[in-house]
């Protein structure tokens, strides 16, 4: 639509920071291309102001709204329902508002599966090394599960979200054939012989995210090897510090970007019922 009126459907973002998120120009842009009356805003809104904004967002009647850094987990606790994804990992990104019912979802780790598909890699079968235990990486950790990854190790500081994570890699070790484990960094030697074993390492934390581009939890090269796949969620900078290191030693890298594309799209279909329209916004925003 090209203007605001007075039945226009409000979505949005939460996180902080957001002011660098392209998400409010790949939904508006989707909403126009269908003739959809709805916008997407995005607001800087932490974890201590949450509870607040999703209060007063229900009571403006929002259709729905993402959730990003820092507020994916501690949104499940605002919620009347959460989907089967969002209670095994503990975490939302999706929230749909049905006539004052908010119900959570969690489209991360299908984003992410889809992501890697996209960048012409086949991890099906093979071993995934994890950085971080929040809402990103326990997404990206349950669906690479329920896909068929081997084996996940995942690797956190010992955060508000390790005993989280504790149970998550418990349940997934129980309903699925993939063999998760986990460990508490820093621990470089069993760090180092994950990544000797894995097809794949993943970023799942915020480290080396912008402003914070000088940052990455791997630091030494030697720790690759030459066939490792090495991805980032993060998409500000393109190329995290991480990426950087990972092109230098010659290996085959992708960023956030497809993941953020796939995860809005299930997203934009909670919302509107509508499949976004991939290939414009692709050609559009992301190549």
Known sequence: MERITGHTVLTGLLGSPVSHSISPLM????????????????????????????EGLKVLGVRGFNCTMPDKNLICEYVDHLSPAAKLIGAANTVVNDNG????????????????????FDIIGKKMTLLGAGGAATAICAQAALDGVSAIDVYSIK???????????DNINATTNCKASLYELPDDTSLRKSLQESAILTNGTSVGMSPNIDNSIINDSSMFHENLIVSDVIYNPAQTKLLKLAKEAGLNTFNGMYMLLYQGAEAFKLWTGQEMPIRIIKEKFFS
């Open 159 to 169: 955060d508000q979200f390790f005993d989280r994570a504790i149970n998550l890699i």
């Open 101 to 120: 019912i908010l119900t959570a979802h969690n489209t991360d780790g299908v984003g992410y599966m889809q992501a890697v598909k996209d960048a012409g």
């Open 27 to 54: 939904h508006n842009e989707s909403f126009q291309q269908l003739n959809l009356d709805y916008v997407y805003l995005a607001f800087d809104v932490g974890t201590e102001n949450l509870k607040t904004a999703v």
